[in-house]
């Protein structure tokens, strides 16, 4: 029996048809994403079965290496982060058909080699001219290549587009991008990737909602007092210093992660689970929402300080970081989602880095009883009900209810209902990348991000740094290791709530 055969997670995999035979070209191949994420995805899929029967990968970068030193660098990097034991047949399997390609995006030679080694590999491999490209590239190199793509198009095989976050750098150079990109290929060629929308928890968020009788009659400001939405990293920026400092927390993760959560959350259910349905629901959500006032707004940057117990530097103290950056690397706000169902209902949201855990939760806090009618003091630890959606870690979903406290008399406390994924599941859950590299090469564009989705959170960023300019904080304004800077706490205390703390 195969992994996945025997695996219950991978139940709906196995019901979906095998992709084409087809080659994956990751330009971007000595880079961070491809190391950590993208090879270890691949080999997941590999050693659950599910890759096209007739497979290859081109890796291409400026970075000099030849097919061996390509291949050498990728299984240390499956053997470091890979989340099954590593399996030198599997590996070899994969390997047989990885090549590399060393290629500045700027010259035309390097753009040929490809084509040819491309050309090579398919009658090797039997890939029949398919094709899949992702961009694991900074967003300012990706026009050029997109050019020199649809220049050396086979007439024969398909073409996909896997793009990286940020699409862009705001909504101008997003829609340029997009125009260009138009010029040549259609919109279904094109995969904008948000891999929050690959993971597991947040199309849990989907099913919880729409396939459950109980929440949908209650989701709504009637029911709901707010939400919150937290994205905390304990990491620093790493060595990602040149690309951060051009980014800032606003369009690292705000512009793209964030604003997909509070999507998930807020839309409305769409008539069917196919891309364009599950799409039209999330872009009218972003269009709702308003431009938060600068009292509604706040921005930090860590200084030195404590994470999990050890020592750690401030984010000027970064290595490529300038002494003076005035880049941010952590934003909460307040946000309204104008339309019928949450008019009034608050969405405080912050993400940030360098923060007290890694953590990624949904929290929908619900209005309280009504008229509880208890003896004073008896329902005094009674918090209100809470649904918290664990996207990350502890992976789960818990409901906060008021209970009795079993003995004489009647003391009601806070209790909570709890899923998790761990105790239900037998298997570690698949990361993003696994399944959206795989719905890549399927064609399914569901949890991918269309163009008009993009400008949307690209108008509300270009808004939120438009704010921005008028002032000019004091920066660092919060330890590492802590959540961020008072003047988040202040957001939410000036509304008489507070951030939940777990
Ligand atoms: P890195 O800086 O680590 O890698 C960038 C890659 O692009 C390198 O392989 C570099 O190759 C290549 N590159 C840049 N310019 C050129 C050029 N002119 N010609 C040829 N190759 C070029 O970035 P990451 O891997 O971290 O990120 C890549 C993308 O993925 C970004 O858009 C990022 O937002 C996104 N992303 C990253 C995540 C992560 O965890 N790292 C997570 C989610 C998204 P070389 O230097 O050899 O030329
Ligand atoms: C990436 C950001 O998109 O998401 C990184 O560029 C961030 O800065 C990462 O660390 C977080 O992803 P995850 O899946 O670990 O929450």
Known sequence: MSAAEQNPLLEGLRLRRRPDPCILVIFGASGDLTSKKLMPALYALAVRDLLPEKFGVVGAARTQETNDDFRARMKEAVQQHARDPFDEETWSKLATGMRYVTLDFADDKGEDELKDVLTSLDEEQGTSGNRVYYFAVPPSAIG???????????????????????????????????????????????????????????????????????????????????????????????????????????????????????????????????????????????????????????????????????????????????????????????????????????????????????????????????????????????????????????EGVSLAIGAKVPGQGMTIRTVHMDFLYGGTFREGLPDAYERLILDAMLGDQTLFTRSDEIEEQWALVDAIIGLWQRDRPSFPNYAAGTWGPAASDELVHRDGRSWRRH
């Open 144 to 394: 050029t290549l997109v050019d020199e793509i649809a220049q050396r198009r086979n007439a024969e095989g398909w073409i996909r587009l896997v793009i990286e976050k940020p699409f862009g750098h705001d909504l101008a150079s997003a829609k340029a991008l997009t125009a260009e990109i138009k010029q040549h290929f259609a919109e279904d060629e094109v995969f904008r990737i948000d891999h929050y929308l690959g993971k597991e928890t947040v199309q849990n968020m989907l099913a919880l909602r729409f396939a459950n009788g109980i929440f949908e009659p209650i989701w709504n400001r009637q029911f709901i007092d707010h939400v919150q939405i937290t994205v905390a990293e304990s990491i620093g920026i790493e060595n990602r210093a040149g690309y951060y400092e051009q980014a800032g927390a606003i369009r690292d993760i705000f512009q793209n992660h964030l604003l997909q959560l509070v999507a998930i959350t807020a839309m409305e259910p769409p008539i069917d689970f196919s891309a364009d349905s599950v799409r039209n629901e999330k872009v009218k959500v972003l269009k709702a929402i308003h431009t938060p006032g600068p009292k509604h707004l706040v921005r930090g940057q860590y200084g030195p300080g404590f994470v999990e117990g050890e020592q750690v530097r401030g984010y000027r103290e970064e290595e490529g970081v300038a002494p003076g950056s005035m880049t941010e690397t952590f934003v909460a706000a307040k946000l309204y989602v104008d339309n019928w169902r949450w008019a009034d209902t608050p969405f405080y949201v912050r993400m940030g880095k360098r923060l007290a855990r890694r953590e990624t939760t949904i929290a929908i806090q619900f209005k309280r009883a009504p008229h509880p009618p208890f003896e004073d003091g008896a329902a005094e630890g009674l918090r209100p009900n809470v649904l918290l959606i664990h996207v990350q870690p502890n």
